[in-house]
């Protein structure tokens, strides 16, 4: 199959705003925790054939999580990854089992909910931050992640409840992120889309997004992590506000 630099569905225009763009929501992510997945995530969808912008952002997000997680490397958990991994593969082989078309406002109320109370909520018992508390959320984001491409608030939140330093929180959620996104490429492929049109332009958007990545890691050296956590909860809040939002409108609310 021939390589073209950019997809038919895609111009040249669009596909220079969507790597500037890359770059800047890779800054926000590194900087602040979370948003910039979101963010890019709606962006694309307002440019981009809808059956490609999961297959594709989530292959983006692969690329651009996987070098948060190079850059920052030293400071990641290991014990909580070695019990993020396991939940993914489970909730992902579930997913790709299932494939079916589940009603979107559900994920995004239930998505939203969880992200609030995580945030503004009671602190979780210590008992459901241990190994089997992360790999049940680990299955059931990963899970949801193949449905609705959203769930990066959610696992940011639920990392936020285990660590407090700045630096812990933004590598161990780089690292989760990347497990989740990986297994994207065969169940999308297995599904049938077709990933070679897109490669040329998956790959510009996940190097302009490691220079987002720099630029954010070193605005993250200038934050207390007091000031960091109350950004990281504005953030999150955010996000589950405008799932709310999206929900309504999926639901014809309003």
Known sequence: MELTLLPDSLSLAVAIFLLISSTLTSMITASLGAGGGVLLLVLMASWMPPAAIIPVHGMIQLGSNAGRAALTRQHIDWKVIAAF???????????????????????????????????????????????????????????????????????????????TDRFRTVSTFATAMTLQHAPKALVFTVAGFVFPDWIPFILAMIVAGFGGTWLGLHLLKTLSNRWFNHAFNVVLTALAVRLIWLAGVSAGWW
């Open 85 to 163: 991994a396991p939940g993914v593969v489970v909730g992902a082989g579930v997913g790709a089992w299932l494939l079916v078309d589940l009603p979107s406002h559900i994920w995004q109320l239930t998505i939203a909910a969880f992200v609030l109370y995580l945030c503004w909520g009671p602190p979780l018992p210590k008992g459901s931050l241990g190994s089997a508390g992360v790999f049940l959320a680990s299955g059931l984001t990963s899970f949801i992640s193949l449905f609705v491409g959203a769930t990066g608030p959610l696992v940011a939140a639920f990392i936020k409840q285990i660590h």
